[in-house]
């Protein structure tokens, strides 16, 4: 397992639902407000009521001061990579370094397809999200012209540029054991989330992604471990996973009062993650509020680099 973070970063993560602008827009600026460090915003452009996540980023930095933003994660299929690194350090560059490359193989082909995008087995999107990640970093590199030549994606005498304002993190989300062998081989952190996976399989997959960091010669806590968790902060009992609308994880949320989250998210931090991202189902800026001045502080102060 890699060894207890030296940071530790909470943030939440918002549903790009068309017609919920202002109350995510109220969501993230109490974040922001509050001292969070990340907002994630879920990238499904097939959802036909939800905003496309690349122009929604951009609105809400302009409108934030110091809190980061991040894809939850970005659909690879649908969007070439040359493309994703020339908007994803153009954001970095005009928020001053708040921006991050959370990114997906795609989880859904049938609608990927659907949508225009390539149809991919499950090995093949393994491939091509491996290819991604090289043409990106290219893309983000001081080389004066790169070339690439992969079977899924190719550069031939591309120019760089801009540059990422700072060393923008390519976060993988990885639920099986190929990728995350990738993970522990190329990425920069791992992007799981507690529904998809048991808290015993999460644990797992850090162990598997040490190995694979050991394998090459890579530190496993160079590796940035996030994982994101739906919940409710309070003594109310949340809603049923059936109950949720379109956008939620699998799995039933979380729920308890505020000393319950310091504990649950202490035990993540316990397990590896030093990043947790929580997904409120009852998406109130209350909820934000609670996270942000009762439970982060004494999460803090009992999670010590």
Known sequence: MADKPRTLEVGISIIPDADSLDRNRELVRVADEGGLALVGVQDHPYQHHFFDTWSLIPTLLAETKRISFFTDVANLPLRPPAVMAKAAASLDVLSGGRFELGLGAGGIPDVIANFGGPRRTPGESVEALDEAIDVIRLLWSE?????FQGSYYRLEDARPGPRPAHPIGIWVGAFKQRM?????RKADGWLPSLGVLSREELRDGNRRIDAAADKTGRDPGSIRRIINVQGMIGDQAPPRRSDLPVGYLAGEPLAG??????????????DGFDTLVFWPVDPSPDQVELLASEVVPLLSDIVRP
Do not use: N, Y
Request: proline share 4%.
């Open 143 to 147: 080389e004066r012209s790169v070339s």
């Open 180 to 184: 995350l062998r990738l993970v522990g």
């Open 257 to 270: 009062p505020e000393d319950w989250w310091v504990e649950t998210l202490a035990g993540f931090v316990d």
